[in-house]
């Protein structure tokens, strides 16, 4: 299954407020999570390469690992400066730094509201977006 990006509205067949029972035969193999304190559900790709949000049974966000197609180029293990050329857009507020990992390399987190898009940047290449309806 190809992650296709449409911005604000979905990733691949997944629609962004859509509910999840119209996703029941793409979910079959998936890992689902019970709701966490804030009510989420988890559904993850049995390759681990994604995983969608799911609050009130409906889809909230897309968190990819490993690809993001936009206009043909996948945006996961590109720089930023690339990204920002085949998108055309620009990052809003602060960029936050963050410590997620073991290995003292930070990661930098970009976003871009018109996008719907949180962009996880390490060592210079893009390692995860988080993709939402922006609202």
């Known amino acids: 299954m190809r992650l296709e990006l449409f911005p604000l509205k979905s990733v691949g067949h997944f629609k962004f407020g859509n509910h999840i029972q119209h996703y029941t035969s793409l979910l079959k193999d998936f890992?689902?999570?019970?709701?966490?304190?804030?009510?989420?559900?988890?559904?993850?790709?049995?390759?681990?390469?994604?995983?969608?949000?799911?609050?009130?049974?409906?889809?909230?966000?897309?968190?990819c690992y490993k690809e993001l197609w936009f206009k043909d180029v996948n945006?996961?293990?590109?720089?930023?400066?690339?990204?920002?050329?085949?998108t055309e857009s620009s990052f809003v507020g602060e960029i936050d730094e963050l410590h997620v990992e073991d290995d003292s390399i930070p990661q930098l987190v970009y976003q871009f509201e018109e996008l719907g898009l949180q962009v996880w940047e390490k060592n210079k290449v893009i390692v995860t977006i988080v993709a939402d309806s922006g609202r």
Not at 38 to 47: I, K, L, N, R
Not at 49 to 60: A, E
């Open 31 to 63: 890992k689902c999570s019970e709701p966490d304190e804030f009510g989420y559900v988890h559904y993850e790709a049995p390759d681990e390469s994604f995983f969608i949000t799911v609050k009130d049974n409906r889809i909230d966000s897309i968190f």
């Open 75 to 86: 945006l996961i293990g590109i720089s930023i400066e690339e990204f920002q050329k085949i």
